[in-house]
């Protein structure tokens, strides 16, 4: 938007062109929408940076969920991460790097994948050591993000899914409107029939009516779905990092919701349609109705639609019964950690240019005094912060005296770096062994703990402490010198997980957070924390400063809260939708067979008999919808369960309580027509011709 994008030669040399490109959002917050911002200095990573242009409003990087505020040249890397482990443009086995290209006009992305196997192969053969089991392919944008997040993937999948089956209901009920229109204006139709009307113009007026319908409800579906998508977009994500859930309604979305409209105006409008343009003239002008009252008919007819309407129904609220039920559990359950009086801080050295002496020291010494503040019962370490969803890793194990099955190169386990205290901070017990303390130091043979799990995995049945494994990147041995229990580390729902702690002292440690658990108010430790920062270095912010209760409600319990609700919101919506459409077919039989009710009431039926006449005719078609609906929910378990993340519990109670709900819901629908029905006096229905 304002200056200019970076130019091949600043890219070619490590740490020579120090230059920067500001985001619309930094711009406008950071430097007031100045336009003399371009040529300014600023500083990062300790480092000055002349800013040589702002990006364009609608550019918000290439990540879903981040927006960076600056941008610079690759090549200066090496400048804002100073840590020689990750100095990726140096070392041939750091794979870190995200390429992002666009094909070429005309050119064929297998002409492409072709190209970078040969370029995989080349670089195989020049560095045999770093690329000899690594090749190169190409993924698109949506395959990329699919690929780099399968649960994400698996629930937008589930949910897309639910609101298909809501507007499949909701679609059901327009045809059923449509096809009762149709019978009640048959006389209107036979007459113009026998007029000599043309049945291709009467088509096109019946099916402009539906257009219409179908336009309206999605002007107003797109109106309530603004709403929603606000509601949304306001929810706040807790992380290491600023998180954005970008989302907007754009020309994709309106496009894409009129096609819908349009193709659901035709699906449901068209047989409708047909079905008004077949009357018996003869029968129509003589009684102003056409109603077939062959069961078949009925059938496969507005009965076959309702039943539909309740069998998707069902799977909804065994969806969202599933959900709520996996939700209560996890969220009622233990995680396994403690929660309450903890207070989180980090601080980033690193940033400043501290190397790994440094950088131990400093960690070494804000653990040391932070401790030391009034107050603070217990201080640690760690690398990532339960639940958290990042900092945490993934490691690949070799243990000794454990058989891998066929095609398993390692055992595969979260890894976390903590230093001692952690387990008391967090009042996670020790099954077996001890927890690290000061003494676990670099000059000391590698230690780790392990979680129950890994145990009984590992070495089921045996005595782990004193066991050794390694890593499949090390060829060091780590001594197994505790067993913790084992606690949630990604999702609240997850089930039980092997994990492996390691002991900050004794690896190299970039970026720490800082755990302080209080006897009162954590956030009374605040200020104490902040100052012992600022005497170590006033340089350092503090970031990221949260109790870890607030943490754990806005990063877990409020995300699942809000996916369970949705799903739970869609279910009420099918199953209201349902239950409109039941009302609506037993109202207009009722309607219809007011002659009939009459002539039964006239021979000396009684009230209760002719609500039990209606309510069975509607009882069969939700006995025969649920039903239906309750096999498709077994079969879609497997499912569900994957797509919430865990979250969903095959409870067989909610396989009882769904079904009875709904027929409960559905006698009721059926109870107003039936009393209608009930309270019509026999001479006028008798004169109702």
């Known amino acids: 938007m304002l200056g200019r994008g970076f130019r091949p030669e600043e890219d070619s040399v ?21 336009t003399s911002v371009l040529g300014r200095r600023i500083w990062l990573s300790g480092h000055p940076f002349t800013i040589v242009g702002v990006t364009p409003e609608s550019f918000t990087g290439l990540e879903t969920f981040v927006r960076p505020a600056f941008y610079v040249p690759l090549m200066m890397s090496a400048v804002l991460e100073k840590h020689p482990n990750r100095q990726f443009l140096n070392k041939r086995d750091r794979f870190e790097m995200e390429v992002n290209g666009r094909l070429k006009p005309g050119v064929a992305r297998s002409t492409a994948e072709a190209e970078l196997a040969a370029f995989a192969k080349n670089l195989a053969t020049a560095y045999p050591a770093s690329h000899r089991e690594r090749g190169m392919t190409t993924l698109t944008e949506f395959e990329e993000r699919v690929k780099g997040s399968p649960p994400d ?9 639910i609101v298909a ?3 499949l209901i909701a679609c059901a009920n327009v045809a059923n409107l449509l096809l009762a229109r149709g019978r009640a204006r048959a006389r209107e139709v036979a007459v113009r029939l026998a007029m000599g009307a043309n049945r291709g113009r009467l088509f096109r007026q019946l099916f402009t009516e ?24 306001g929810v706040p994500l807790v992380g290491d990092v600023p998180i954005y859930v970008d989302v907007w309604l754009d020309r994709r979305v309106l496009i894409f919701s009129v096609a819908v409209a349009l193709l659901s105006a035709v699906i449901f409008g068209v047989v409708p349609a047909l079905r008004s343009l077949r009357p018996d003239l003869v029968g129509a002008l003589k009684a102003g109705e056409l109603e077939d009252h062959s069961r078949r008919s009925r059938w496969f ?4 639609l309702v039943a539909g309407q309740l069998a998707l129904s069902c799977v909804l609220l065994v969806a969202a019964a599933m959900a709520i039920a996996g939700v209560k559990g996890s969220l009622l359950q233990d995680p396994g950690f403690r929660r309450a009086n903890i207070l989180t801080a980090m601080a980033s050295p690193f940033v400043a240019g501290y190397d790994e002496p440094q950088t131990r020291r400093f960690y070494d010494l804000w653990l040391q005094r932070s401790r030391e503040i009034p107050g603070v019962r217990a201080a640690a370490l760690t690398s990532a912060l339960p639940t958290a969803n990042s900092g945490i890793d993934f490691d690949g194990l070799i243990p000794e005296g454990y058989a891998l099955r066929p095609n398993e190169k390692s055992v595969t386990v979260f890894a976390t770096t903590v230093s001692d205290g952690y387990f008391e901070v967090f009042d996670i017990p020790m099954v077996a062994g001890r927890a ?7 000059d000391k043979p590698p230690v780790a703990i392990v979680n129950d799990v890994f145990a009984q995995k590992v070495w089921p049945n045996q005595n782990p402490i004193g066991r050794r494994f390694r890593r499949e990147s090390e060829a060091q041995l780590y001594e197994v010198i505790g067993v913790a229990k084992r606690s949630r580390y990604l999702f609240i729902s997850e089930g039980p997980t092997a994990a492996v702690y390691y002991p900050a002292a004794q690896r190299n440690r970039t970026q720490l957070k800082l755990l302080v658990r209080t006897d009162g108010d954590p956030l009374a430790a605040v200020t104490p924390v902040r100052e012992v920062l600022r005497g170590l270095d006033a340089n350092l912010p503090l970031q990221n400063v949260r109790t870890m209760e607030d943490y754990h409600q806005k990063r877990t319990v409020a995300i699942v809260n809000l996916l369970v609700g949705t799903v739970g919101t869609l279910g009420l919506c099918g199953l209201l939708l349902a239950l409109i459409g039941l009302y609506g077919v037993m109202a207009y039989s009722v309607s219809r067979r007011t002659r009939e009710i009459g002539i039964r009431m006239a021979i000396g039926a009684g009230e209760s008999g002719i609500v039990a006449l209606v309510m069975k005719q509607g009882g069969i078609i939700a006995l025969v919808g649920t039903l239906i609906g309750l096999l498709l929910s077994l079969a879609a378990t497997p499912l569900l369960q994957g797509a ?22 559905a006698a009721a629908a059926c109870w107003w027509p039936a009393r209608r029905a009930a309270r019509v006096a026999p001479v006028q229905a008798l004169r109702c011709e």
């Open 436 to 442: 690290f303390t000061s003494t676990d130091t670099r």
């Open 14 to 34: 490590p740490g020579r062109d120090a230059v920067v490109i500001v985001s619309y959002e930094a711009w406008v917050n950071l430097f007031h929408s100045e």
């Open 210 to 233: 539906s257009l219409l319908l179908a336009l309206v409800g999605c002007g107003l579906g797109v109106a309530l779905g603004y709403l929603g998508i606000r509601a949304f977009a």
């Open 301 to 304: 007819g507005r009965h076959a």
């Open 165 to 167: 089956l809501v507007m």
């Open 644 to 665: 919430l993340l865990g979250l969903a519990v095959a409870h067989p109670l909610v396989y009882v309580a769904v079904p009875l709900l709904l027929l409960l819901c």
């Open 153 to 161: 993937a698996a629930m937008v999948a589930m949910l897309m899914a």
